[in-house]
């Protein structure tokens, strides 16, 4: 089993940056497809961006394309998610999950297997 443990949420005006991470316990990631999600406030859970951890694929929304990157480090067991140029819709709780997705099921929620408890993210206008 493996526990995710996020952290690096917080408040943040727009144009700012801020930078998340996402780390394992209880096993590694080495099998697994990395993925960020995100809520906002009565709406549904949405992909932000994964990574598969063997092989490197990287995986973006379209939204946050050009603005959001992944990134992980081996020796630390944790991925990361650097957001830059947020704006006020990038706004809710962000999750990290890890699954063994095929490529065209990255973005959904119900093929991964353990979430973090989620970390909040605030940008204000």
């Known amino acids: 089993q493996v526990q995710l443990t996020e952290s690096g949420g917080g408040l943040v005006q727009a144009g700012g940056s801020l930078s998340l991470s996402c780390a394992a316990s209880?096993?590694?990631?080495?099998?697994?497809?990395v993925a960020w999600f995100r809520q906002a406030a009565g709406k549904e859970r949405d992909f932000v961006g994964g990574?598969?951890?063997?092989?490197?694929?990287?995986y973006r929304a379209d939204s946050v394309k050009g603005r959001f990157t992944i990134s992980k480090d081996n020796a630390r067991n944790t991925v990361y998610l650097q957001m830059n140029r947020l704006e006020p819709e990038d706004t809710g709780v962000y999750y990290c999950?890890?699954?063994?997705?095929?490529?065209?099921?990255?973005?959904?929620?119900?093929?991964?297997?353990?979430w973090g408890q989620g970390t909040q993210v605030t940008v204000s206008s």
């Open positions: 999950a890890v699954g063994r997705p095929i490529a065209s099921s990255v973005h959904q929620p119900g093929v991964y297997y353990y």
């Open positions: 990574i598969r951890w063997s092989g490197g694929n990287i």
């Open positions: 209880g096993d590694t990631f080495r099998t697994y497809t």
